[in-house]
Structure formats: C-alpha cells, structure tokens
Nanobody, 122 residues
C-alpha cells in the first residue's frame, strides 16, 4: 500500500521558518517527480514546488520563489520543503504528492498524502 505521510506543520509567526517532510513508502519511487501543493481556506489546492528524480530540476510557484526550497533524499524516499520568511498568506494545508513526469497540475500526480496544517500568525 502506497503511503505519503507529511510532518512538520505547525503555528509560526510571520517571518519565521518551518520545514515540512514527506515520507513515502509502499513502492519504489524511482523516476517519480515529487511535489508540494497547498490549499488555503476557501481556495482551490494550488501548486507550490516540485523536484525531479535527479534533484537537478526544481520548479516553484511565483508566490514562494526565493523563500521555499524543495529537496529530496532518494535513498530514504523522503522529500522536504524548507519554508522561510513565512507570510500569513502561506497559511494552508500542505500536501505531498508523487507522479511520473508530473508537473504543476494536480491531475498529473498519482499519489497524495493527507496533508499537514501550516498556520502563519501576523
């Protein structure tokens, strides 16, 4: 059974940092792109960042570029999202996802985690 489990969410003051982690299990994710999405209250789930299997290619939403960094450890089947200079508008449930050849579109991902709440207080 494939599982993606996120951790590291919480409450932080504006300007602070959080590091989210996602642990994948149940199959090999060789060749899979890993992504992070988020859903703010009253909004649709949106793309945040992705990283290719080789880790040489990453891509970020404009809203987080320069503040968030995605990384992965293929040996451990984990992907992290380092979030710095957090803003109240970053408040959302953050989801980890995996998909072959996936991109910024939600439907291009095959597997999803349950999400972890991030709340940024002003």
């Amino acid at each position: 059974q494939v599982q993606l489990v996120e951790s590291g969410g919480g409450l932080v003051q504006a300007g602070g940092s959080l590091r989210l982690s996602c642990a994948a299990s149940g199959r090999t994710f060789s060749g899979y792109t890993m992504g992070w999405f988020r859903r703010a209250p009253g909004k649709e789930r949106e793309f945040v960042a992705l990283i290719r299997w080789s880790s040489t290619n990453t891509y970020y939403a404009d809203s987080v570029k320069g503040r968030f960094t995605i990384s992965r450890d293929n040996a451990k089947n984990t992907v992290d999202l380092q979030m710095n200079s957090l803003k109240p508008e970053d408040t959302a449930i953050y989801y980890c996802a995996a998909g072959r050849g996936a991109g910024v579109v939600r439907s291009s991902y095959d597997y999803w985690g349950q999400g972890t709440q991030v709340t940024v207080a002003s």
